[in-house]
C-alpha cells in the first residue's frame, strides 16, 4: 500500500488556510468570513485506489507578528495499529516575512519535519507571487513535494524514503474558477484564481494546478493538484457562536464536530462545537436530542452504519462525561449513507455528507 | 567517522528498499495480472548508486578562482578524489573535487545529481524515525531553534538551497531541485559565512554546471602530496635528549604504543606537582564534576606518568575538526550546552603550527594538514598543559 497517497493530506497545513482577511462567499451567504484563531479548515483527498476520502483537520491557533501559527490533525490507515489507525499530528508556524515574499511552496510535510520552513509557505502563495499571478498573468515558483513517482518505486516505505524535491518553473493565470466549500456547514460558491503549469527538477515533470482565493487582501489556497493527487478544503468553520436549530427547524447539522478520518475518535478541534451545545442544552433544559451520524457513500453500507451509529455514541460520550449532561436526553442513530444532503460525486459533496445532525423533533 | 555511519545507514535502508521495492512489484503483478501499475522503469537505480555517479564533473560547480575569492590563492587547479577518503589523494574520474590551499586546507564538494531528495531523507532518517509526525517541537525551545535558520558552527547561515542538514562544525548537506551538495570545509576552516558564500555560488549552478575537467588538476596534486611531510616513526621525530628537555628525565625510552610506530609515541616521565587548574575556563558543570572525582583538588597527575603524541599524517585540519566536534558533545553533558561548540572555541595562536585548538580532550596542532595531538585530561595544571603543547611544538618543527 502506498504509504504518500495518505501523506498526501497533510500538504494541506497552513498555507490553505493562512491570511487575515475575509473570505468573500456567493452562495447563501453566510457573515463574511475572517481567518482568525480559532478557524478550523478541513482538507480533503481521495484516494482512488481505496476509495476513500482522507481528512486533515486544521486549526489556526495564531497569528502574531512572527507569523502564523497552525495545528494539524489526521489519520491514516495502519494495519499494526490496534484499530488500524495511525493517528499523526503537526504544528507549523508561517513566517511573516514568508508570506510576503517567499517564492518556495512545500506541499509535502514529512515525518521528522521542522516546524517551519524558512523562505518557504504553504499551498498559499506569498503576496509577492499572489499579485504578481494578478499583475502579469504569470510567476515563477518553486513547488517542494514528494514526487509520486518515486514514492511508488520504492512501495510501503516510500514516504519514509522518497525525499522531498523543488520543482521549478513558472505557473499561468487560467482564468478564475469557481471552488465550493462548506463554510460553517452552508454551502459556499468562492471564486478563485486558477493557475498553473509545468515544473520540473532532472527529468522529472509535475502538473501542477492551484486555486487560490480571488482576494488580494487575503491568503486562501483552496486546492491544489499536483501530478495525479487532488486535495482541496472542503470545510470552513468559523470561531463563533451558532444557533443549532432554527425557529422553523427541529434539526440541524453540527457543524465543528470532526473526527479522525474512518474512525469515531473525536479530534480537539470538535471541543468548541461539543462545549457549545452542551450551553445549548444547559439554557433548555426542556430539551431531549437525537444525535444521527451520516456517511458519505465510500465503503460497505454495513461499515458506514456501524461508522455513524459509533460516531454518535461518540459525540455522546463526551456530552455525558465531560459536560455531565444526562444521559437520557441525548440519544443516538447511524444512518450510514442512507440520507445523503448533497452529491456522493465530488471531494465536498461527499464531505458534507460526513456529517452529524442534532435533532430535537420527538 | 562519519562517512562509515552514513554508509552503513545507506546500505540498510537500500536493503530495505530492494526488499519493498520487490514485494510491492511481486504484489502488483500478484493483483493485477502485471506489473503495469509501477509507473517508470528506474528500478535498480538505488542498488548501486552508480547510474548517475559521473554525470557531470564535480568540479563543475565551481571554478578555482570563485573559491580563492574566499579562501585566497589555491595551490593549483581543482583536482578529483573519491569522496570518503581521510586523505583525499587525487583519484581519475573521484566524485569529488578538491579545492587545495598552499598549507594543504582542503574545500571538497561532492554531488549526488539526481536523487539527492531521497539521499537527503536518508541522512535525516534518524529523526525521522523517532518523531513520528513533523514539525512537533518537543519543547519551546525546540519551536524556536527549529524556527531559526540553519546554525553552523554558532552562526546563523542562510543559502539558496531548497533544503539543508549541517553535520558538526563544517559540513553542509544541501539540496536543491533533487541535487545534493555535500560541501566539506573540515578541511578549510570555521568561516561558516564566507564558506557559505562559496556554497552558494555553486548551487544555482546545480541546473547548469560549468565546463570542466577535474582530471585535469590530479598530477599537479600528486606533485603537490609528494611535498607534504611523509609519515615516519613518531618516536624518532625528536631525541631522547630534546624530549627531556622538555619533559624532564624519562622513565623508560619512548616507544610506540601499538604496532604501527608512525602512529603515535608514549613517553613516561615524572610530572611534577601544581597547584593551577586548566579548568578555570571550564564551565561550571564540568568543574564541579571533576571537583566531585578529585575532592575539589586539580593538578592531580604527578609522578611518574605516560603521555603520548599521535600523529594523523593526512587529513589533519578536518581531525581538528572533528575533534572539537567530539570534545563539545562532551562538554555539553557538563554544561547544558545547546548544540557543537565553534571550531575557533579553544583556539591557540602562536605556535609553530598553522592552526592548533585544545578541548576537554586534549591539545592539536596542525601543520600543512599533519594532525599532531597530545592528551591533557582535564586534571592537568596549566603548566602541565604549556610542557605538552612544548612538545607538540618542538615536534612539529621535526616534520
Known sequence: MNFLRFQFMSVVLTGLVLGCSHLASQESAPNRLRVEPGLVAVTATNDHVLNKDYEAVVTIDSIDSQGTRASTSWAIPDKNAPDGVRRQATHALERAQDSQHARKLILWYLPGDPETFPGATGATPSLDVFNEVRAKGEASIVVGAVSQTDSQEMGAIGNLLAGRKYFRGTVKRLGNESVRVLVDGVPTVLNAVHVGGTLSVGEDNADTQFWWLDDPAVRFALKFKFQNSVAQVVKIDRPKKVEFFSRTSCRSELPGIYFLTDSAELLPASQPAIQRLAATLRAHSDWAITIEGHTDNTGSDQHNLDLSQRRAESLKNELLSKYGVPARRVRTAGYGRNRPVDTNATLEGRAHNRRVEISRCG | ?399
Open chain 2, 1 to 399: 567517522m562519519r562517512k562509515p555511519r552514513i554508509l552503513l545507514t545507506l546500505a540498510i535502508l537500500i536493503t530495505v528498499v530492494l526488499v519493498a521495492c520487490n514485494k510491492k512489484r511481486e504484489g502488483a503483478a500478484g493483483e493485477n495480472g502485471s506489473s503495469g501499475n509501477n509507473p517508470g522503469n528506474k528500478s535498480g537505480q538505488y542498488a548501486g548508486g552508480g547510474r548517475h555517479a559521473s554525470e557531470h564533473d564535480p568540479c563543475s560547480l565551481l571554478e578555482a578562482r570563485d573559491v580563492e575569492a574566499v579562501t585566497g590563492p589555491l595551490a593549483g587547479p581543482p583536482f578529483r578524489t573519491k569522496e570518503g577518503l581521510d586523505d583525499p589523494v587525487p583519484t581519475e574520474d573521484g566524485d569529488a573535487c578538491v579545492y587545495q590551499t598552499p598549507d594543504f586546507r582542503t574545500i571538497i564538494v561532492s554531488i549526488t545529481w539526481t536523487d539527492g531528495a531521497t539521499a537527503l531523507r536518508m541522512l535525516k532518517m534518524p529523526s525521522a524515525m523517532t518523531s513520528g509526525t513533523s514539525g512537533t517541537a518537543e519543547t519551546a525551545e525546540d519551536a524556536k531553534r527549529a524556527a531559526r535558520k540553519l546554525l553552523l558552527n554558532g552562526v546563523e547561515i542562510d543559502g539558496d538551497w531548497d533544503e539543508a542538514s549541517t553535520f558538526g562544525c563544517c559540513e553542509i548537506y544541501a539540496l536543491r531541485g533533487d541535487s545534493l551538495i555535500n560541501f566539506d570545509f573540515r578541511g578549510w576552516g570555521p568561516d561558516s559565512k564566507r564558506a557559505v558564500t562559496i556554497l552558494n555560488t555553486a548551487l544555482p549552478r546545480l541546473e547548469h554546471p560549468l565546463s570542466a575537467n577535474g582530471n585535469a588538476g590530479n598530477d599537479a596534486a600528486l606533485k603537490r602530496a609528494a611535498l607534504r611531510p611523509q609519515p615516519r616513526s613518531v618516536c624518532a621525530l625528536l631525541s631522547r635528549a630534546e624530549v627531556e628537555s622538555v619533559l624532564g628525565k624519562l622513565a623508560a625510552d619512548p616507544h610506540p604504543s601499538s604496532k604501527d610506530p608512525n602512529q603515535d609515541c608514549v613517553y613516561r616521565f615524572t610530572q611534577a606537582e601544581s597547584k593551577e587548574s586548566t579548568l578555570k575556563d571550564a564551565p561550571a558543570g564540568f568543574k564541579s564534576f571533576v571537583g566531585a572525582l578529585t575532592g575539589g583538588r586539580t593538578g592531580l597527575v604527578q609522578g611518574a606518568v605516560d603521555t603520548a603524541i599521535t600523529i594523523k599524517w593526512r587529513g589533519g585540519f578536518r581531525q581538528l575538526s572533528d575533534s572539537g566536534m567530539v570534545a563539545g558533545a562532551v562538554m555539553a553533558n557538563y554544561d547544558g550546552m545547546p548544540g557543537l561548540p565553534k571550531r575557533t572555541q579553544g583556539k591557540v595562536e602562536g605556535g609553530p603550527w598553522d592552526e592548533a585548538t585544545q578541548n576537554g580532550l586534549g591539545f592539536i596542532a596542525v601543520k600543512k594538514d599533519v594532525a599532531v595531538m597530545i592528551d591533557s585530561e582535564p586534571m592537568l595544571s596549566q603548566e602541565q598543559v604549556e610542557l605538552r603543547r612544548k612538545l607538540v611544538a618542538k615536534l612539529i618543527a621535526k616534520l
